[in-house]
């Protein structure tokens, strides 16, 4: 239609047009002020000078080589060096707006991970302290301690699992709704450390919140804990690929206890990391195997590591750092306080 208004124009197509009058105007400007510079003072006597017609703007673009008169070094600018530089402004403007929303926009700095501040008191104490085994103590482990592989299966062994002679402690908690098996590993792990390690006074309700938070007691998934303390299906963490919020760890086991040949992840319901598992790898059920998918082998590691510092568990600063050893994020100390004090309040 005639009537119709014009196609709107850019607003890149505007600014690099303005930019380009603006260079065109500031080469016109030095080029007078050259010109003013480098010819004599006019004289009356002598006629005015004319352009030779070879520096007519036709002659100019078949000698723009090296322009020699004025009016030829004029147009010369106006017609090669102002789009140039015009077309160098729009870039640079374009570069700083983009610095610019980049700077806006970019995620700020996580603060450097520091360790919580130590509690004033631990989580409350239990009323129901898991009862005195006189059964033979676990060795702590060391860096021979055998691990089963993958998904290991294993026939059902609850006749000797010391752990079951804790069933009656356990189903007098069943309020707490932590299932039976892994609250006797909970519990047989709290007696053992009471003899082998008496300084560091481990409750049971640390380990079980550390196992809430982790696995939710070896359910996570859709898992089960069988009846001799083995998940119903591998409990594994996601890759430590790198990225917001997970470490990069690449693989240290060539897949045999995670799966992954690539990176390292998180195993068993209390999530052990391949290389620390190696480290603190324990037998708890006595079948001369220690698997970091068995409640109770794990349940037993944890309470070694969680001891290892000497630290006594009773006091605010000795739980906390105990806690942030075992994940160093302050939030995971945190939401495993609130736990582990709920499972005490409620016993």
Not at 63 to 78: F, K, Q, V
Not at 126 to 134: F, M, N
Not at 152 to 179: F, N, V
Not at 294 to 322: E, F, M
Request: overall charge negative; proline content about 12%; hydrophobic content about 40%.
């Amino acid at each position: 239609m005639s009537g119709a208004p014009p196609p709107p124009v850019e607003p890149w197509r505007q600014t690099a047009v303005a930019w380009t009058h603006h260079a065109e105007a500031w080469a016109a400007r030095t080029g007078a002020r050259v010109q003013q510079a480098s010819e004599p003072p006019p004289d009356a006597s002598s006629p005015a000078t004319e352009l030779p017609p070879a520096q007519t703007e036709a002659g100019v673009q078949e000698t723009l080589g090296e322009p020699t008169h004025p009016a030829a070094r004029r147009y010369w600018i106006r017609r090669y060096w102002a789009p140039v530089a015009g077309a160098t402004a729009f870039v640079l403007c374009l570069a700083s707006a983009g610095w610019v929303v980049w700077s806006w926009s970019r995620p700020e700095p996580e603060p450097p991970l520091t360790a919580p501040p130590p509690l004033e008191s631990p989580p409350a104490a239990p009323t129901a302290a898991p009862p005195s085994l006189a059964a033979t103590t676990p060795p702590p482990p060391s860096e021979s301690a055998a691990s089963a592989p993958l998904n290991a299966a294993r026939p059902e062994e609850t006749a000797g699992r010391p752990a079951d002679r804790l069933a009656s402690w356990a189903g007098a908690l069943r309020q707490l709704g932590i299932p039976a098996v892994a609250l006797q590993a909970y519990g047989y792990a709290e007696a053992v450390l009471a003899t082998a390690k008496p300084r560091c006074r481990l409750s049971w309700t640390l380990l079980a919140g550390i196992g809430a938070v982790e696995s939710n007691h070896g359910r996570y998934g859709g898992a089960t804990l069988r009846p001799d303390g083995t998940t119903s299906r591998p409990i594994i963490g996601v890759p430590l690929a790198g990225g917001v919020g997970v470490e990069l760890i690449r693989d240290t086991d060539g897949g045999t206890l995670d799966g992954d040949r690539t990176y390292d992840r998180a195993i068993g319901p209390m999530q052990f990391l391949p290389t620390t598992w190696r480290a603190w790898a324990v037998d708890a059920d006595g079948n001369n195997r220690a698997d970091p998918y068995d409640i109770d082998d794990a349940a037993l590691a944890a309470g070694y590591y969680l001891c290892a510092g000497d630290q006594n568990l009773a006091t605010g600063a000795g739980w906390s750092s105990a806690v942030f050893s075992y994940n160093r994020v302050p939030a995971y100390v945190e939401r495993v306080y609130q736990v582990a004090d709920s499972y005490g309040r409620t016993s």
